[in-house]
């Protein structure tokens, strides 16, 4: 049997091979790559190869996950809260209260794995990637909290030499003062002063590239 773009043959002895374009799983190996050699999909007796790579995705079955943990900061522990959390650039998202603590819940997840993004204005931000999905999926725990850098206040990924400039610029500024800079105030204490450029100075040349993890090594 052959159709556009893939083919299916049944062998004398029952057997059932499939092969070619596989993007919706036509050919029922269990993934969605090209397949140039014919796979084994049924045996000659109708049973189907490898039952629970099939393409029935992992997921099904699963009508809810509730992916959940807490992050701090090393800047002050007051402010863990506000993180904007979210999975695979906004499907879902949240916010971390002021325990630090986030959940997101989907309903139906499609996908297998997700990947979770943790973001906040003067911070670097966090990925975490591969996060597979269970009913119940716990990223870490209160005493262990996901870090996260404080000190990019121009956000463009990096702890460098324009977050010290763009803090120069409003060095003993306060929060009564018309060109305060809230984002430059990392410990939000309502003045940018010397606590803000130890803060930076801290995790001077670090980014937010370098924050991306795998959720299996965290
Ligand atoms: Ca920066
Ligand atoms: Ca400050």
């Not at 002050?76 to 819940?105: A, C, M, P, W």
């Not at 204005?121 to 009913?135: D, M």
């Not at 460098?160 to 060095?171: C, G, P, Q, R, T």
């Amino acid at each position: 049997m052959v159709s556009t773009d893939h083919c299916l043959a049944l062998k004398t002895d029952g057997s059932l091979w499939a092969w070619g374009l596989n993007d919706a799983g036509q050919v029922g190996d269990g993934n969605l790559s090209f397949s140039s050699v014919p796979i084994k999909v049924f045996d000659s007796d109708g049973i189907i190869v490898n039952p629970e790579e099939t393409v029935i995705p992992k997921v099904a079955g699963i009508e809810k996950c509730k992916i959940y943990g807490y992050v701090k900061t090393d800047s002050s522990d007051n402010f863990k809260d506000g993180f904007n959390v979210e999975l695979d650039g906004g499907v879902n998202s949240t916010y971390t209260d002021d325990r630090g603590y986030f959940e997101i819940n989907i309903t139906s997840p499609i996908n297998n794995t997700y990947t979770l993004k943790i973001s906040k204005p003067s911070y670097l931000s966090k990925t975490i990637k591969n996060i597979e999905v269970l009913p119940e999926v716990k990223i870490n725990s209160l005493e262990f909290p996901i870090s996260i850098l404080g000190g990019d206040v121009t956000k463009d990924g990096i702890i460098n030499m324009f977050d010290v400039i763009e803090l120069a610029k409003s060095f003993n500024l306060s929060i009564h003062d018309k060109d305060y800079k809230g984002d430059c105030d990392i410990n939000k204490d309502n003045v940018i002063n010397l606590l803000d450029v130890i803060i930076l100075a801290k995790h001077f040349n670090r980014s937010s590239s370098e924050s991306i993890e795998d959720f299996n090594n965290l």
